[in-house]
Protein backbone atom coordinates (compact mmCIF):
# COMPACT_ATOMS: atom_id res chain seq x y z
CA UNK A 1 0.00 0.00 0.00
CA UNK A 2 1.69 3.41 -0.72
CA UNK A 3 2.27 5.95 1.61
CA UNK A 4 2.16 10.13 1.27
CA UNK A 5 5.71 11.33 2.31
CA UNK A 6 5.68 15.12 4.25
CA UNK A 7 8.92 16.98 3.30
CA UNK A 8 10.77 17.29 7.16
CA UNK A 9 10.49 21.38 6.66
CA UNK A 10 9.31 24.40 8.97
CA UNK A 11 5.32 24.72 8.18
CA UNK A 12 3.89 28.16 9.22
CA UNK A 13 0.02 29.08 9.79
CA UNK A 14 -1.81 30.61 7.21
CA UNK A 15 -2.28 33.58 9.67
CA UNK A 16 1.35 34.07 10.22
CA UNK A 17 1.50 33.98 6.05
CA UNK A 18 -1.29 36.77 5.66
CA UNK A 19 0.91 38.85 8.66
CA UNK A 20 3.63 38.65 6.71
CA UNK A 21 2.16 39.63 3.51
CA UNK A 22 0.52 42.68 5.73
CA UNK A 23 3.80 43.62 7.21
CA UNK A 24 5.57 43.68 3.63
CA UNK A 25 2.99 45.72 2.64
CA UNK A 26 3.15 48.26 5.40
CA UNK A 27 6.89 48.72 5.56
CA UNK A 28 7.07 49.17 2.05
CA UNK A 29 4.62 51.92 2.31
CA UNK A 30 6.66 53.38 4.99
CA UNK A 31 9.57 53.29 3.40
CA UNK A 32 8.16 54.76 0.27
CA UNK A 33 6.51 57.75 2.47
CA UNK A 34 10.02 58.15 3.67
CA UNK A 35 11.59 58.11 0.74
CA UNK A 36 9.18 60.59 -0.32
CA UNK A 37 9.93 62.61 2.74
CA UNK A 38 13.26 62.71 2.08
CA UNK A 39 12.98 63.81 -1.69
CA UNK A 40 10.86 66.50 -0.37
CA UNK A 41 13.02 68.15 1.66
CA UNK A 42 15.88 67.46 -0.65
CA UNK A 43 13.90 69.25 -3.48
CA UNK A 44 13.26 72.50 -0.68
CA UNK A 45 16.80 72.38 0.23
CA UNK A 46 18.29 72.35 -2.98
CA UNK A 47 15.96 75.44 -3.78
CA UNK A 48 16.78 77.37 -0.79
CA UNK A 49 20.29 76.63 -0.76
CA UNK A 50 20.41 77.87 -4.36
CA UNK A 51 18.59 80.81 -4.26
CA UNK A 52 20.52 81.23 -1.19
CA UNK A 53 23.98 80.97 -3.04
CA UNK A 54 22.42 83.11 -6.52
CA UNK A 55 21.91 86.11 -4.08
CA UNK A 56 24.37 85.47 -1.79
CA UNK A 57 26.84 86.03 -4.89
CA UNK A 58 24.61 88.51 -6.66
CA UNK A 59 24.86 90.61 -3.07
CA UNK A 60 28.72 90.28 -2.99
CA UNK A 61 29.08 91.05 -6.74
CA UNK A 62 26.98 94.36 -6.02
CA UNK A 63 29.34 95.48 -2.72
CA UNK A 64 32.35 94.63 -4.93
CA UNK A 65 31.41 96.97 -7.16
CA UNK A 66 29.93 99.51 -4.85
CA UNK A 67 33.48 99.20 -3.42
CA UNK A 68 35.13 99.59 -6.51
CA UNK A 69 33.24 102.70 -7.65
CA UNK A 70 34.21 104.15 -3.57
CA UNK A 71 38.01 103.25 -4.54
CA UNK A 72 37.55 104.86 -8.08
CA UNK A 73 35.86 108.05 -6.62
CA UNK A 74 38.88 108.28 -4.15
CA UNK A 75 41.47 108.10 -6.94
CA UNK A 76 39.87 110.68 -8.90
CA UNK A 77 39.96 112.80 -5.85
CA UNK A 78 43.60 111.77 -5.06
CA UNK A 79 44.19 112.21 -8.96
CA UNK A 80 42.64 115.71 -9.33
CA UNK A 81 44.98 116.41 -5.60
CA UNK A 82 48.01 115.14 -6.52
CA UNK A 83 47.25 117.96 -10.15
CA UNK A 84 46.43 120.32 -8.09
CA UNK A 85 49.56 119.89 -5.84
CA UNK A 86 51.81 119.24 -8.66
CA UNK A 87 50.43 122.85 -10.47
CA UNK A 88 50.79 124.49 -6.67
CA UNK A 89 54.80 123.04 -6.72
CA UNK A 90 55.39 124.70 -9.88
CA UNK A 91 53.79 127.85 -9.37
CA UNK A 92 55.10 128.25 -5.43
CA UNK A 93 58.73 127.20 -7.39
CA UNK A 94 58.06 129.66 -9.82
CA UNK A 95 57.64 132.59 -6.93
CA UNK A 96 60.65 131.02 -5.15
CA UNK A 97 62.72 132.03 -8.44
CA UNK A 98 61.21 135.13 -8.63
CA UNK A 99 61.68 136.00 -4.82
CA UNK A 100 65.30 134.94 -5.39
CA UNK A 101 65.93 136.88 -8.37
CA UNK A 102 64.92 139.76 -6.73
CA UNK A 103 67.14 138.76 -3.61
CA UNK A 104 70.15 138.75 -6.02
CA UNK A 105 69.31 142.10 -7.58
CA UNK A 106 69.00 143.76 -4.24
CA UNK A 107 73.08 143.39 -4.33
CA UNK A 108 74.13 145.67 -7.10
CA UNK A 109 72.08 148.82 -5.07
CA UNK A 110 73.44 147.59 -1.99
CA UNK A 111 77.22 147.80 -3.26
CA UNK A 112 76.57 150.77 -4.97
CA UNK A 113 74.89 152.55 -1.74
CA UNK A 114 78.01 151.08 0.62
CA UNK A 115 80.44 152.59 -1.55
CA UNK A 116 79.51 155.83 -1.78
CA UNK A 117 79.06 155.61 1.74
CA UNK A 118 83.24 154.53 1.85
CA UNK A 119 84.05 157.58 -0.54
CA UNK A 120 82.07 159.87 1.83
CA UNK A 121 84.38 158.71 4.44
CA UNK A 122 87.36 160.29 2.84
CA UNK A 123 85.83 163.39 3.33
CA UNK A 124 88.43 165.72 5.77
CA UNK A 125 88.43 168.53 8.36
CA UNK A 126 84.87 170.52 7.96
CA UNK A 127 83.04 168.35 5.24
CA UNK A 128 82.73 165.39 7.13
CA UNK A 129 79.48 166.31 8.09
CA UNK A 130 76.36 164.10 8.91
CA UNK A 131 74.36 165.49 5.98
CA UNK A 132 70.74 164.65 4.71
CA UNK A 133 72.65 162.76 1.61
CA UNK A 134 74.41 160.49 4.16
CA UNK A 135 70.97 160.00 5.82
CA UNK A 136 69.34 158.77 2.66
CA UNK A 137 72.27 156.62 1.84
CA UNK A 138 71.96 154.76 5.54
CA UNK A 139 68.27 155.16 5.02
CA UNK A 140 68.86 153.11 1.74
CA UNK A 141 71.20 150.27 2.83
CA UNK A 142 68.48 149.85 5.83
CA UNK A 143 65.50 149.58 3.15
CA UNK A 144 68.05 147.17 1.19
CA UNK A 145 69.05 145.23 4.30
CA UNK A 146 65.07 145.19 5.27
CA UNK A 147 63.73 144.05 1.76
CA UNK A 148 66.62 141.46 1.90
CA UNK A 149 65.81 139.93 4.73
CA UNK A 150 62.33 139.95 4.11
CA UNK A 151 62.86 138.25 0.76
CA UNK A 152 65.28 135.84 2.76
CA UNK A 153 62.78 134.71 5.08
CA UNK A 154 60.55 134.33 2.33
CA UNK A 155 62.85 132.30 0.30
CA UNK A 156 63.32 129.94 4.15
CA UNK A 157 59.43 129.81 4.51
CA UNK A 158 58.94 128.37 0.65
CA UNK A 159 61.60 126.06 0.83
CA UNK A 160 60.15 124.70 3.91
CA UNK A 161 57.12 124.39 2.45
CA UNK A 162 58.43 123.02 -0.71
CA UNK A 163 59.81 120.41 1.39
CA UNK A 164 56.38 119.52 2.98
CA UNK A 165 54.08 119.84 -0.56
CA UNK A 166 56.83 116.99 -1.65
CA UNK A 167 56.42 115.26 1.49
CA UNK A 168 52.48 114.62 1.25
CA UNK A 169 53.37 114.37 -2.58
CA UNK A 170 54.70 111.14 -1.73
CA UNK A 171 51.81 109.99 0.56
CA UNK A 172 49.73 110.86 -1.55
CA UNK A 173 51.58 109.15 -4.60
CA UNK A 174 51.42 105.77 -2.02
CA UNK A 175 47.80 106.05 -1.37
CA UNK A 176 46.97 106.91 -5.28
CA UNK A 177 49.24 103.82 -6.06
CA UNK A 178 47.03 101.80 -3.41
CA UNK A 179 44.08 103.04 -4.95
CA UNK A 180 45.11 101.95 -8.40
CA UNK A 181 46.25 98.11 -7.24
CA UNK A 182 43.09 97.92 -5.02
CA UNK A 183 41.20 98.76 -8.03
CA UNK A 184 43.23 95.94 -10.19
CA UNK A 185 42.71 93.56 -7.97
CA UNK A 186 38.97 94.06 -6.37
CA UNK A 187 37.54 94.53 -10.52
CA UNK A 188 39.57 90.94 -10.78
CA UNK A 189 37.35 89.54 -8.14
CA UNK A 190 34.15 91.48 -10.24
CA UNK A 191 35.11 89.79 -13.25
CA UNK A 192 35.14 85.81 -12.20
CA UNK A 193 32.33 83.64 -12.47
CA UNK A 194 32.03 79.78 -12.47
CA UNK A 195 33.54 79.26 -15.62
CA UNK A 196 36.74 81.32 -14.96
CA UNK A 197 39.56 78.86 -15.39
CA UNK A 198 41.71 80.31 -12.44
CA UNK A 199 39.37 79.84 -9.73
CA UNK A 200 40.10 76.99 -6.70
CA UNK A 201 39.80 76.28 -3.34
CA UNK A 202 41.97 77.87 -0.64
CA UNK A 203 43.31 77.51 2.71
CA UNK A 204 41.92 79.55 4.99
CA UNK A 205 40.77 82.34 3.09
CA UNK A 206 38.45 83.83 5.67
CA UNK A 207 41.48 84.62 8.11
CA UNK A 208 42.05 88.65 8.73
CA UNK A 209 45.71 89.34 7.22
CA UNK A 210 48.05 90.71 9.81
CA UNK A 211 48.07 94.76 9.39
CA UNK A 212 44.25 94.91 8.03
CA UNK A 213 42.30 98.06 9.00
CA UNK A 214 38.44 98.87 9.22
CA UNK A 215 36.44 100.60 6.80
CA UNK A 216 36.56 104.01 9.15
CA UNK A 217 40.44 103.42 9.04
CA UNK A 218 40.46 103.35 5.39
CA UNK A 219 38.62 106.28 4.84
CA UNK A 220 40.22 108.37 7.63
CA UNK A 221 43.56 107.67 5.82
CA UNK A 222 42.63 108.99 2.58
CA UNK A 223 40.79 112.26 4.31
CA UNK A 224 43.26 112.95 6.31
CA UNK A 225 45.70 112.97 3.20
CA UNK A 226 43.01 114.68 1.13
CA UNK A 227 42.74 117.41 4.23
CA UNK A 228 46.68 117.69 4.77
CA UNK A 229 47.64 118.09 1.22
CA UNK A 230 44.43 121.05 1.27
CA UNK A 231 45.81 122.70 4.06
CA UNK A 232 49.37 122.37 2.40
CA UNK A 233 48.39 123.97 -0.56
CA UNK A 234 46.07 126.57 0.79
CA UNK A 235 48.95 127.72 3.03
CA UNK A 236 51.23 127.81 -0.25
CA UNK A 237 48.98 129.81 -1.78
CA UNK A 238 48.86 132.42 1.00
CA UNK A 239 52.46 132.22 1.20
CA UNK A 240 52.62 132.81 -2.65
CA UNK A 241 50.53 135.78 -1.91
CA UNK A 242 52.95 137.32 1.08
CA UNK A 243 56.01 136.51 -0.92
CA UNK A 244 54.03 138.71 -3.86
CA UNK A 245 52.83 141.91 -1.43
CA UNK A 246 56.94 141.24 -0.67
CA UNK A 247 58.22 141.83 -3.94
CA UNK A 248 55.01 144.94 -4.52
CA UNK A 249 56.33 146.71 -0.94
CA UNK A 250 60.19 146.07 -2.12
CA UNK A 251 59.13 147.68 -5.23
CA UNK A 252 57.18 150.75 -3.87
CA UNK A 253 60.12 151.06 -0.74
CA UNK A 254 62.64 151.30 -3.55
CA UNK A 255 60.59 154.08 -5.43
CA UNK A 256 59.98 156.16 -1.91
CA UNK A 257 63.76 157.30 -1.51
CA UNK A 258 64.96 156.92 -5.62
CA UNK A 259 65.73 160.54 -6.08
CA UNK A 260 62.90 162.89 -8.10
CA UNK A 261 59.24 161.54 -8.74
CA UNK A 262 57.85 158.20 -9.65
CA UNK A 263 57.13 157.89 -13.84
CA UNK A 264 54.03 159.62 -14.78
CA UNK A 265 52.87 156.65 -15.91
CA UNK A 266 54.14 154.30 -13.41
CA UNK A 267 52.29 156.29 -10.40
CA UNK A 268 48.76 156.14 -12.67
CA UNK A 269 48.85 152.58 -13.42
CA UNK A 270 49.20 151.87 -9.49
CA UNK A 271 46.38 154.32 -8.97
CA UNK A 272 44.06 153.24 -11.86
CA UNK A 273 44.42 149.86 -9.87
CA UNK A 274 43.63 150.38 -6.67
CA UNK A 275 40.64 152.94 -7.59
CA UNK A 276 39.66 149.52 -10.21
CA UNK A 277 40.26 147.32 -6.95
CA UNK A 278 38.37 149.65 -4.30
CA UNK A 279 35.44 150.02 -6.85
CA UNK A 280 35.38 146.44 -7.36
CA UNK A 281 35.01 145.47 -3.98
CA UNK A 282 32.61 148.82 -3.60
CA UNK A 283 30.17 146.75 -6.22
CA UNK A 284 31.60 143.35 -4.70
CA UNK A 285 29.80 144.76 -1.33
CA UNK A 286 26.95 146.58 -2.93
CA UNK A 287 25.78 142.99 -4.92
CA UNK A 288 26.32 141.38 -1.57
CA UNK A 289 24.35 143.68 0.78
CA UNK A 290 21.36 143.45 -1.80
CA UNK A 291 21.50 139.96 -2.32
CA UNK A 292 21.14 139.75 1.43
CA UNK A 293 18.79 142.48 1.13
CA UNK A 294 16.60 140.66 -0.72
CA UNK A 295 17.17 137.29 0.94
CA UNK A 296 15.54 139.16 4.11
CA UNK A 297 12.60 140.34 2.32
CA UNK A 298 11.98 136.89 1.05
CA UNK A 299 11.96 135.71 4.69
CA UNK A 300 10.07 139.07 5.74
CA UNK A 301 7.25 137.61 3.19
CA UNK A 302 7.55 134.50 4.05
CA UNK A 303 7.28 134.66 7.52
CA UNK A 304 4.23 137.25 7.36
CA UNK A 305 2.26 134.61 5.06
CA UNK A 306 3.55 131.85 7.73
CA UNK A 307 2.42 134.39 10.52
CA UNK A 308 -1.70 134.76 8.45
CA UNK A 309 -1.61 130.93 8.15
CA UNK A 310 -0.52 130.37 11.76
CA UNK A 311 -3.05 132.35 12.96
CA UNK A 312 -6.11 131.34 10.93
CA UNK A 313 -4.87 127.49 12.41
CA UNK A 314 -4.85 129.30 15.82
CA UNK A 315 -8.79 130.05 15.40
CA UNK A 316 -9.28 127.04 13.67
CA UNK A 317 -7.84 125.44 16.69
CA UNK A 318 -10.12 127.82 19.62
CA UNK A 319 -12.90 126.88 17.37
CA UNK A 320 -12.22 123.11 17.65
CA UNK A 321 -11.91 123.73 21.21
CA UNK A 322 -15.33 125.38 21.95
CA UNK A 323 -17.09 122.74 20.11
CA UNK A 324 -14.96 119.82 22.32
CA UNK A 325 -16.08 121.88 25.34
CA UNK A 326 -19.84 121.63 24.07
CA UNK A 327 -19.38 118.39 23.30
CA UNK A 328 -18.14 117.95 26.76
CA UNK A 329 -20.90 119.78 28.49
CA UNK A 330 -23.05 117.29 26.43
CA UNK A 331 -21.52 114.42 27.87
CA UNK A 332 -21.79 115.58 31.49
CA UNK A 333 -25.18 116.46 31.17
CA UNK A 334 -26.17 112.91 29.55
CA UNK A 335 -24.30 111.07 32.48
CA UNK A 336 -25.59 113.53 35.48
CA UNK A 337 -29.06 112.99 33.95
CA UNK A 338 -28.74 109.13 33.89
CA UNK A 339 -27.60 109.24 37.35
CA UNK A 340 -31.62 110.08 38.30
CA UNK A 341 -32.70 106.54 36.54
CA UNK A 342 -34.87 105.10 39.43
CA UNK A 343 -33.75 101.70 41.41
CA UNK A 344 -32.87 98.97 39.27
CA UNK A 345 -32.77 101.04 36.06
CA UNK A 346 -29.74 102.76 37.60
CA UNK A 347 -27.36 100.31 36.39
CA UNK A 348 -24.04 100.31 34.09
CA UNK A 349 -24.91 99.80 30.91
CA UNK A 350 -23.26 100.04 27.41
CA UNK A 351 -24.65 103.29 27.13
CA UNK A 352 -22.82 104.59 30.79
CA UNK A 353 -19.73 103.05 29.62
CA UNK A 354 -19.67 104.49 25.90
CA UNK A 355 -20.39 107.95 27.88
CA UNK A 356 -17.58 107.97 30.22
CA UNK A 357 -15.16 106.78 27.56
CA UNK A 358 -16.56 109.56 25.53
CA UNK A 359 -15.85 112.02 28.63
CA UNK A 360 -12.12 110.77 28.63
CA UNK A 361 -11.85 110.85 25.11
CA UNK A 362 -12.75 114.48 25.32
CA UNK A 363 -11.12 115.46 28.08
CA UNK A 364 -7.81 114.00 26.23
CA UNK A 365 -8.53 115.79 23.08
CA UNK A 366 -9.40 119.21 25.46
CA UNK A 367 -5.94 118.96 26.70
CA UNK A 368 -4.09 118.01 23.78
CA UNK A 369 -5.60 120.91 21.79
CA UNK A 370 -4.99 123.36 24.41
CA UNK A 371 -1.21 122.00 24.59
CA UNK A 372 -1.32 122.36 20.89
CA UNK A 373 -3.13 125.92 20.88
CA UNK A 374 -0.49 126.85 23.41
CA UNK A 375 2.46 125.91 20.97
CA UNK A 376 0.60 127.44 18.35
CA UNK A 377 0.42 130.96 20.05
CA UNK A 378 4.18 130.48 21.37
CA UNK A 379 5.68 129.79 17.78
CA UNK A 380 3.17 133.40 16.73
CA UNK A 381 5.19 134.94 19.44
CA UNK A 382 8.37 134.41 18.18
CA UNK A 383 7.51 135.03 14.02
CA UNK A 384 6.66 138.22 15.38
CA UNK A 385 9.69 138.82 17.36
CA UNK A 386 11.85 137.49 14.79
CA UNK A 387 9.48 139.22 12.29
CA UNK A 388 10.73 142.60 14.05
CA UNK A 389 14.62 141.91 13.67
CA UNK A 390 14.16 140.98 10.65
CA UNK A 391 12.31 144.35 9.72
CA UNK A 392 14.95 145.92 11.51
CA UNK A 393 18.10 144.46 9.63
CA UNK A 394 16.06 145.39 6.57
CA UNK A 395 16.55 148.99 7.49
CA UNK A 396 20.11 148.64 8.45
CA UNK A 397 20.74 147.13 4.88
CA UNK A 398 19.08 149.87 3.09
CA UNK A 399 20.63 152.11 5.06
CA UNK A 400 24.16 150.63 4.34
CA UNK A 401 23.62 150.24 0.49
CA UNK A 402 22.42 154.26 0.52
CA UNK A 403 25.95 155.25 1.97
CA UNK A 404 27.93 153.19 -0.36
CA UNK A 405 25.75 154.03 -3.08
CA UNK A 406 26.80 157.90 -2.14
CA UNK A 407 30.39 156.76 -1.77
CA UNK A 408 30.58 155.26 -5.53
CA UNK A 409 29.28 158.18 -6.44
CA UNK A 410 31.47 160.51 -4.90
CA UNK A 411 34.08 158.03 -5.92
CA UNK A 412 32.82 159.86 -9.96
CA UNK A 413 35.38 162.71 -9.09
CA UNK A 414 38.12 160.36 -9.96
CA UNK A 415 36.86 159.88 -13.42
CA UNK A 416 34.64 162.51 -14.07
CA UNK A 417 35.87 166.42 -14.90
CA UNK A 418 34.76 168.61 -12.10
CA UNK A 419 32.82 170.79 -14.37
CA UNK A 420 30.42 167.59 -15.79
CA UNK A 421 30.35 165.76 -12.45
CA UNK A 422 26.48 166.19 -11.23
CA UNK A 423 26.06 163.90 -7.65
CA UNK A 424 23.32 161.24 -8.85
CA UNK A 425 22.26 160.81 -5.01
CA UNK A 426 20.81 164.02 -2.71
CA UNK A 427 22.52 163.12 0.29
CA UNK A 428 19.50 165.48 2.20
CA UNK A 429 16.41 164.11 0.42
CA UNK A 430 18.14 160.56 -0.58
CA UNK A 431 16.69 160.66 -3.91
CA UNK A 432 18.91 159.61 -6.99
CA UNK A 433 18.76 161.75 -10.23
CA UNK A 434 18.44 158.73 -12.51
CA UNK A 435 15.95 155.92 -13.04
CA UNK A 436 16.24 153.56 -9.94
CA UNK A 437 15.78 149.76 -9.91
CA UNK A 438 12.53 148.55 -7.92
CA UNK A 439 15.19 147.41 -5.24
CA UNK A 440 17.00 150.68 -4.35
CA UNK A 441 13.33 152.51 -4.68
CA UNK A 442 12.35 150.54 -2.03
CA UNK A 443 16.02 150.67 -0.24
CA UNK A 444 15.57 154.38 -0.02
CA UNK A 445 11.78 154.15 0.94
CA UNK A 446 13.36 152.25 3.99
CA UNK A 447 16.16 155.02 4.41
Known amino acids: MATLSFKPSQRFR ?62 E ?47 RDIDVVKDPVEEELHKEVEVIDATKKALQQKISQTFEKLCLLQEVRQQLNSDHRGKMETLDIDRGCLSLNLKSPNISLKI ?20 FNKNRAEAEMKEARE ?34 AQRVATEFAFRKRLREMEKAY ?26 DLRRKLLDLKLCHTRLESRTYRPNVELCRDQAQY ?9 EATIAALKQKLAQAQDALDALYKHLARLQADIACKANSMLLDTKCMDIRRKLTV ?20 SPLKRCQLELA
Open 294 to 319: SELKWQEKNTLEEIAELQEDIRNLEE
Open 14 to 75: LPDWHTNAQLLSTNAELKRDASHQIRQEARVLRNETNNQTIWDEHDNRTRLAERVDTVNRWK
Open 77 to 123: MLDKCLTDLDAEIDALTQMKESAEQNLQAKNLPLDVAIECLTLRDSR
Open 239 to 272: LREAIFLTIAEVVMSFHSFLPGPLPVLQTNNELE
Open 354 to 362: GLTDEVHQL
Open 417 to 436: PAEKFTPEVDTFTRTTNRTM
Open 204 to 223: NPTRVPNGSSTLQQWDEFSQ
